[in-house]
Nanobody, 126 residues
């Protein structure tokens, strides 16, 4: 499975960005999907997750009510809409796909994911 993330960039505090992650190689609906982020010198941090069905989502407390994860199984794409961005959201954002049997389960730990995209830089200026 190959994952291609896009949509990162430079935005002012309070602004919005939408990240996209398109997969290829296997049946997209077989995977639970997630977004993580990482800044230099820090461990990778969970951001958001969505189930195979798209009906279940889970967020880190730091982004809850500001970020929205969604997916389009027909387009093999998962999205992360980020609103009310602040400088603390600056990071490289990674999408990930995890093999999971449950149609409604979400994965919040990086070791649960099997495939990773290359990352897209998000920079929020104050």
């Amino acid at each position: 499975v190959q994952l291609q993330a896009s949509g990162g960039g430079l935005v002012q505090a309070g602004g919005s960005l939408r990240l996209s992650c398109t997969t290829s190689g296997r049946t997209f609906s077989n995977y639970a999907m997630g977004w993580f982020r990482q800044t230099p010198g820090k461990e990778r941090e969970f951001v958001a997750a969505i189930s195979r069905s798209g009906g279940s989502t889970y967020y880190a407390d730091s982004v809850k009510d500001r970020f929205t994860i969604s997916k389009n199984n027909a387009k093999n794409t998962v999205y992360l809409l980020m609103n009310s961005l602040n400088p603390e959201d600056t990071a490289v954002y990674y999408c990930a796909a995890g093999i999971v049997s449950s149609w409604h389960g979400v994965l919040s730990n990086d070791y649960e994911y099997d495939y990773w995209g290359q990352g897209t830089q998000v920079t929020v200026s104050s």
